[in-house]
Structures are given as structure tokens and as C-alpha cells.
């Protein structure tokens, strides 16, 4: 197991090592954003992978908090000076108001049931989504706003590291997380909750801290993505982001962490591609129905997940290859 481990850092630290090297082998600006909106929705699918992969929550309301983080942002790169140390107050403030509301939203939510859950979920997401429609004076509703981002954020290279640090530090605290004795009591939650509660854990209080997790997550990526547009509206925190995070999840992998990055890897080049191809062929102008036949395809042909199936796979063979002798029988 500590070998397996140590395999899989070193594979890690090397797909880290191309990613920060790309920009020095390659000038093209197109591809420095397309992996830098990668980059920031691995980071929101990994906050519902908490939820969905190893609590077993289906949450409809997940962008809500990735709204709070964008809007928390705009705002105040808009109304205060466009510096560095404006915008990372602004990533504290809306993590800090999106684990102060998904608190709340747990604690009176969670007790619920499955799509009970998830319905209200989507109800209270409604709300904020219709907040931020009317409150005009903060958010410029539909029509949005847009603002300035940091003068070093104009370099969109330095950018690009940024979301790729941002990328590798959650990924890494969300794994120790999972990984903890806390994170295996959410995985045995999701099996079996009624079990885990006659081992005498209080289930309700770990899914509401994880619900935290998640939402805190999902507000960092939000101050991301805000940043990369440089404008922000309602659009943020429609089922629309929900959905993709939900799509990166299911087909990376639920339950994996590594899988939701493929899936937005996935997805996002997906869109990039087919969207591309409208432009030259118009049968492709109705791209999004081409996008939903790659995800039954994918669905298909890897029903756990692309890690999910890989790993899966390459655990049959190793069963297969060991040899069945005394010292198993023993």
C-alpha cells in the first residue's frame, strides 16, 4: 500500500511538473485559459465530490456558494483598490460566508432524506439566485458588472500558476481529509448511515461539517473564476454550474478526488471543441446536443467513472495474476 502510494505522488508530481512548465514551452493564450477554467472547475468539482462521492449527498444548490465567492470578489475588486491583498481578503470573506450558510442550510437541511435533500437544495439555491437578480445595487442583476482584477493578474500566466497552486493545495488537504478517520466516517455514512449511527456517531454533524468543506471550496473557486473573466452576473449561480459539477464528477469518477479533475478536464475541452467546430460545420451550432451523446458514451463505456473504471480494471488483474497458495489459504 505505502509503495502504491509513493507511485502515485510520483505520477502526480510529474503531471504537476508539465502543467507548470507549459507555459514556458508554449505562447499560446488560448490554451493558458482553457487550462487555467480547467484548473478552477477541478477545484469546484472536487468540493461536490466531497458531498456526493464520499457522504452520498446530492446537493441541487451547490452553486449557490460558488456564486457567494464570485460576487463576494467583483464586489469588492470593484468598490475597493484592484490590489493583492484586496482579493485575498475577498477569497476569506466569501469563505467565510459560504461556510456560515451552508452551516445553516445543514443543519436545518441535512436531517432530510435523499431527493427530499437535494429539492430543497435546489429551492434555497432559487433564493439566492433570485437575490442577486433584485438586488441591483450590489449586483447589477443579469446584466452583471465587470470590474478590475490586480495589476499582476493582467500577466494571465501568473494567473495560470495561481490557479494551478490553488489547483494542487486543495487537492492535497481535500485527500488528507478524506483520508482521516473523520473522512472514513463519511465514506461508511454514505454505505450504510443507519449502522454508522448504532456505532454511536452523531451522522448529522459529520455530513454538516462536510457540507462546510464543499461550500467553503466552492467559494474559492468562485473568487477564481470571477477573476478570470474580470465581470461577474446571475449566471453564476444557476443550475447550469451545478450541473457541470455534478457531470466532472460522475464522469471522472465519483469518490476519487484525481476523477472529478479528469472530468472537468473532459468536459471543458468537450465544450472548447464542439463550440469551436460550430464555427466551420453547422451541424455543430447545436453543439450541447453532440456534448450530451459524449456523456452517454461515457457513461457507456465507463460506468464508474473514467478512474473509476481504470482503477477498478487494473484491481481485476492484480486478483487474477496473484497465486492461490498455502500461505493465502492460511
Known sequence: MKTKFQWNNVFLGIIVIALALFPFVSDSRTWTILLTQIF???ILAMSYDILLGYTGIVSFGHAMFF????????????RMEPSISVFIMSIGFGMLLAAVVSFCIGLLTLRLKSHFFAMLTL????????????WRTMTQGNDGFTFKAPEIFKDRVIFYFV????????????????????GRVLVATRENEQRTKSLGFNTLHYKVIASVV????????GSLYAVSLRFVNTSVMTMDITLDALLMTIIGGVGTLIGPIVGAGII????????????????????????GIVYILAVIFFPRGVVGTVREKIFKQKVKKRPVGKEEVS
Open 40 to 42: 478552477i472547475f477541478s
Open 67 to 78: 456564486g457567494m465567492g464570485a460576487y463576494t470578489t467583483a464586489v469588492m475588486l470593484k
Open 123 to 134: 429551492a434555497v439555491s432559487g433564493l439566492f439566485l433570485v437575490l442577486a437578480e433584485k
Open 163 to 182: 490557479t494551478l497552486a490553488c489547483l494542487v493545495l486543495v487537492y492535497f488537504l481535500l485527500r488528507r481529509f478524506v483520508n482521516s478517520p473523520f
Open 214 to 221: 464543499a461550500g467553503v471550496i466552492a467559494s474559492l473557486a
Open 268 to 291: 471543458e475541452l468537450a465544450q472548447h471543441y464542439l463550440s469551436g467546430l460550430a464555427k466551420e460545420y453547422p451541424i455543430f451550432e447545436r453543439w450541447i446536443i453532440f456534448f
